[in-house]
């Protein structure tokens, strides 16, 4: 660690947790990443926010909160059934229906409220599907799975990322069949009954068909719903595949390179490393991001297993293409080949993460532009505008900040209503015909 990462550990700004003060909403929502929450007994928390279930990776296996502040409210989902949050600090609890979480350490004593579970949640789809299985919210924004299980679930060793879960969900808390049609009916029940503006798209290997097999999604969502749409798949060599998305309507590409070191790449990632390579996530990130602009895409990397200089170069990395680093702090969630690991230190992800800020800052990055997408599983680069330092080039930022989202405002109108898009003949006819799923699981099955 160089000496001004030393010096940001000990700054007041980067206090060790219950030293001193309360802290502020970022700095809570990365304490609770990394230690976790307690529920006190007798708090009737069931029944009123939303159940932590186990779905997609696994990451959202916790209870969603909100930490109000004055800057922005924040979305967190905090770990509540993994091994190492029962050692937590943070202990919630409620009196006469107002909710409140407590720091034992210290007594510090911060209000949250519980974003109440949905209405549609449960409920079935005109096919007979639960309609929480086909979609969930994490967070303000709409999460989709797209089937079949990842690929490299199949494989004789596994071969699938060391810190998922995906292979255990599918088919068991999320349906392993989802039906064009079903998509479409749930997006928009989340659209007027939970105001959502933005579904996210994800998917494991599906043997190099990934794009294709997203698009009948995108197209449907983009001018049956009208929603922002992003979409996060394994990255395909021939970039004309990005290209026709993006007509169809995609908004924004992620791409999970997880780690930096190719290394720590292949350990964790042997499915990606020998059937994807760590190279083809960054061409396709860079091309995507030139294709749609700055701040349009991401680049999503797990901060507290490789070495932290890594982390710290993989957000310059990101920053630098002119998109925007989404950082998932650790997490040993339960079941995964991982969950015996522990959670990193705050105080390393509270470098990461003023880095995260100083790098978006350095690169004019249009961090929180979109209205209304709040992720509840990673900290947000718009979250660390509470780390902010008091300067004039942070003061100056954050006005362009403000300006470029009001100018933005008539362009994301008009992205949120249905709109006819042109369409190739060979999409329309790509749908979840029955057995569809089925066969491509099958050919998956026999993959390696």
């Not at 000496?3 to 001193?20: C, F, I, K, M, Y």
């Not at 050692?87 to 109440?116: N, W």
Request: aromatic content about 10%; proline content about 7%; some cysteine.
């Amino acid at each position: 660690m160089t000496p001004t990462q030393l010096q940001h550990l000990a700054s007041p700004v980067n206090r060790e947790p219950g030293h001193d003060a309360p802290l502020n909403p970022c700095e809570l929502e990365i304490d609770l990443l990394c230690k976790g929450l307690r529920i006190a007994p007798g708090s009737e928390i069931e029944g009123k926010a939303r159940p932590v279930l186990q779905r997609r990776s696994g990451l959202g296996s916790g209870l969603e909160l909100i930490l109000p502040g004055r800057i922005k409210d924040i979305w967190v989902n905090a770990p509540v059934a993994e091994n190492f949050a029962r050692a937590s600090c943070y202990v919630i609890d409620a009196k006469s229906h107002t909710y409140f979480m407590r720091d034992e350490r210290q007594g510090f004593v911060y209000p949250v409220r519980l974003p109440a579970q949905p209405g549609w949640y449960g409920r079935l789809t005109s096919r007979g599907a639960r309609m929480d299985e086909i979609g969930i919210l994490q967070g303000t924004y709409l999460a989709v799975y797209l089937p079949p299980t990842c690929g490299f679930w199949f494989h004789r060793p596994r071969l699938n990322c060391q810190f998922c879960v995906t292979g255990l969900n599918v088919g068991r808390t999320e349906a392993a069949e989802k039906s064009v049609e079903d998509v479409v009916e749930v997006a928009r029940v989340a659209k007027k009954e939970s105001g959502v503006s933005f579904i996210h798209f994800n998917s494991g290997f599906q043997s190099h068909h990934e794009l294709e097999a997203a698009a009948p999604y995108v197209y449907a969502v983009k001018s049956k719903v009208g929603c922002l749409v992003g979409l996060q798949v394994m990255p395909a060599s021939d970039f004309a595949q990005y290209d026709r998305l993006i007509d169809l309507g995609t908004d924004h590409f992620s791409f999970c390179f997880e780690f930096l070191d190719p290394g720590y790449f292949a350990n964790y990632c042997p499915g990606k490393a020998k059937y994807v390579g760590q190279e083809a996530f960054f061409r396709a990130l860079e091309y995507t991001t030139k294709k749609l602009g700055k701040g349009t895409c991401s680049g999503e990397i797990i901060a507290g297993i490789e070495p932290l200089e890594n982390t710290l170069r993989a957000i310059d990395y990101i920053t630098g293409l002119g998109a925007f680093p989404t950082v998932c702090i650790f997490r040993p969630v339960a079941g995964s080949d991982m969950e015996r690991f522990l959670p990193p230190a705050y105080e390393e992800m509270m470098v990461v993460f003023h880095h995260v800020y100083e790098a978006c800052r350095r690169n004019s990055i249009p961090i929180d532009r979109a209205p209304n997408i709040e992720v509840s599983l990673v900290v947000q680069p718009g979250d660390t505008l509470y780390l902010a330092p008091s300067r004039w080039s942070s003061a100056w930022y954050q006005q362009r900040l403000r300006l470029w989202k009001r100018a933005a405002r008539p362009f994301f109108w008009l992205k949120a209503r249905p709109r006819k898009l042109p369409l190739e003949r060979r999409y329309a006819e790509t749908s979840s015909k029955p057995g569809h799923e089925d066969s491509r699981s099958e050919r998956l099955g026999k993959t390696g």
